[in-house]
């Protein structure tokens, strides 16, 4: 088993040890270390997968990159006052006011695709569909100034490649040439710019400014590149599942189950990491203080104790929203109902899309400790 592809594989063990990393597995025992601040520590969470030499460290050194304790790897008195901050601008009311718009756009999109599903045209509904969506989205969240959507796309996989993926020199300096200029754009945006990072910018005040670009950094990254991923790894599901496209036609299978569903088989983050703050044991497993606990998000889905039918694709299923998709405790994802509610849009609208048709190019996921990151989805009818 190779720990950058763990959606090819099963657990046979709750935990264990495997290239430098404690392994856990079981649902019960994930959400047991995801909830205890206390014993395991996010602070790891960022760490380069591969340790970043120095010659990509001078590249990002000299764009002013720097990733301060912010959200995601945030075990500091801050965090609190960070996460509120970025909690007041996705709330529940917030994301549902973007719905009619994004059904708009996915409406508009879909008739495109389908029109040239008709005329025998393969279409491929991730960079047609999935790929940009989130990122239009969040902007609109919280006030982000427009940006070039090729860049932010280019920026984001890259980063997600280079901290999580197993890579050779050559590799991380053609990454870090890629990340560290978009970082310094990003230090130039959060200066000026209104809306969320307005107010991160007056809550971190003077001399605040990386932690204000470490949040934005991290919200383009989880905050659109993984959902963009997950509406990809749904879509090609669904193709594969017939009888709940047919349900979804009927009104007998609901499109949140659906999303439930996807995000407990198909998630796009596999796994997260903690690190060890003291000698302790997980489920009776000896850990050793300073240790990397890599918890297999997408196993703990599929744990027999949390879902009825584990391996298949139930809708409403008992279990199914039992998933550790979006974490668990004080750092649960901030972005799980803008990504519910993303995911909900597309499936109604995009289902249809895929009756009687064929998928010519399944996504490809590169290896990666953490993400999927798929590279395609092409569909065309059926012959």
Known sequence: MTLHRLWEHEPTEPVWRQGGQVVVAAHRLVREVLADNDRFAPGNALDA??????????????HGFRLPPTLANNGTPTHPGIREVVGNAMTPAAV????????????????????????GLPVDLYDTLAADLPLLALARLIGMPQQDVRLVKEFSRAALELFWAPLDT????????????YHAKLRELVRTAPGLIADLRAHCGPGGEDVVVGALFFLLVAGQETTSQFLTLLLHRLAGEPGVRAGLTAGTVTVADVVE????LVPPIVSWRRVAATDTDIGGFPVAAGESVLLWLSAAGRDPSAAAEPGAFVPGQRGSRRHLAFGAGAHRCLGAHLA?????VVVAEAAPLLRDCEVLKAPDCPDNMSFRMPDALVVARSA
């Open 49 to 62: 997968v591969t340790p970043i030499p120095v010659a990509a460290l001078r590249i990002l050194a000299r």
């Open 170 to 181: 050559a590799r991380q300096v053609r990454l870090a040439e890629v990340v560290g200029p």
């Open 340 to 344: 519910r509610m993303e995911a909900a």
């Open 261 to 264: 569903e996807g995000l407990r």
């Open 96 to 119: 549902d006011g973007l719905r009619p718009w994004l059904t708009g756009v996915v409406r508009r999109r879909v008739a495109g695709l389908a029109a040239n599903l008709r005329a």
